[in-house]
């Protein structure tokens, strides 16, 4: 059975850190590129990060371009998502999600739709 598996999330003050990892279960990552989205209360999901399966090409939202790093390591078939000086608005469910790119080692995308997700990590950032 395929899984993704999400860890790392908690309550955090503005300006802290945590690092997410996404660990997958019954299937290798070596052929997937990964996404990173998040769901406020009362909001849309939203694309944060994603990283091609080369680990070569990463998009980030424009909102946490220069604050959060997305990172893999396909020998521990886990992704990372570095998460520097977090602001309240950065609250929401963090959720990693899986699309096979087999033939296209350099393809990430946030806005095409990703095959397999997790369950989410709840990230909450307050004073």
């Known amino acids: 059975q395929l899984q993704l598996v999400e860890s790392g999330g908690g309550l955090v003050q503005p300006g802290g850190s945590l690092r997410l990892s996404c660990a997958a279960s019954g299937f290798t990552l070596d052929y997937y590129a990964i996404g990173w989205f998040r769901q406020a209360p009362g909001k849309e999901r939203e694309g944060v990060s994603c990283i091609s399966r080369s680990g070569g090409s990463t998009n980030y939202a424009g909102s946490v371009e220069g604050r959060f790093t997305i990172s893999r390591d396909n020998a521990k078939n886990t992704v990372y998502l570095q998460m520097n000086s977090l602001k309240p608005e950065d609250t929401a469910v963090y959720y990693c999600?899986?699309?096979?790119?087999?033939?296209?080692?350099?393809?990430?995308?946030?806005?095409?739709?990703?095959?397999?997700w997790g369950q989410g990590t709840q990230v909450t950032v307050s004073s």
């Open positions: 999600a899986a699309k096979e790119r087999r033939y296209a080692r350099n393809w990430c995308d946030l806005l095409a739709p990703f095959n397999y």
